[in-house]
């Protein structure tokens, strides 16, 4: 069962993320790009070390974004379109890669990884799909599609 997320609760992820991106990154070239149609949006994103890139579009209404890194080489791509979809990604280490794309409404990816040389996928349309990846280690594969 999943639960609209309170204004408050999306204001407040808005404003720490603006505070988060007026603080000094630790080092590196990290990358952030960020699209947003729609309304109601929210996106919080951190990063640590160097090579990191994180590219959300979020289209549609009232998508969440919650993406944490540390380490060399990570990347994360969102996505997301249609209405209250959230994603949470975090990731620790070297080289990870992760994905997420959902489409629909109230999609709902959930991912965490440290170690080398992992890459997750998550691929999810319609409506009210749940996707868990967690992996720690080197040379990790996931990939999940769901419609």
């Known amino acids: 069962m999943r639960f609209p997320i309170p ?3 999306r204001r407040t992820a808005l404003v720490l993320s603006v505070a ?4 000094p990154v630790h ?3 990290n990358h952030v790009t960020v699209e947003q149609w729609g309304r109601d949006h ?3 994103t951190s990063h640590r070390g160097t090579h990191q ?3 959300i579009t979020q289209r549609g209404r009232a998508n969440l974004s919650f993406n944490t890194q540390d380490g060399a080489r990570n990347r994360v791509t969102v996505g997301q379109s249609g209405c209250h979809n959230v994603a949470d990604t975090a990731q620790g280490g070297q080289r990870n890669i992760v ?3 959902q489409m629909g409404c109230r999609n709902d990816a959930t991912v965490t ?3 080398r040389r992992n890459a997750i996928g ?3 349309t319609g409506q009210g799909n749940t996707a868990n990846a967690s992996q720690h280690g080197n040379g990790n594969v996931v990939l999940i599609i769901q419609d």
């Not at 988060?20 to 603080?23: G, I, K, Q, V």
């Open 122 to 124: 998550v691929i999810q």
């Open 20 to 23: 988060l991106a007026a603080l």
């Open 42 to 44: 929210s996106i919080a």
């Open 113 to 115: 990884q440290s170690g």
């Open 53 to 55: 890139r994180v590219a």
């Open 99 to 101: 994905g997420v794309a």
């Open 27 to 29: 080092a590196g070239s």
């Open 7 to 9: 204004q408050t609760l």
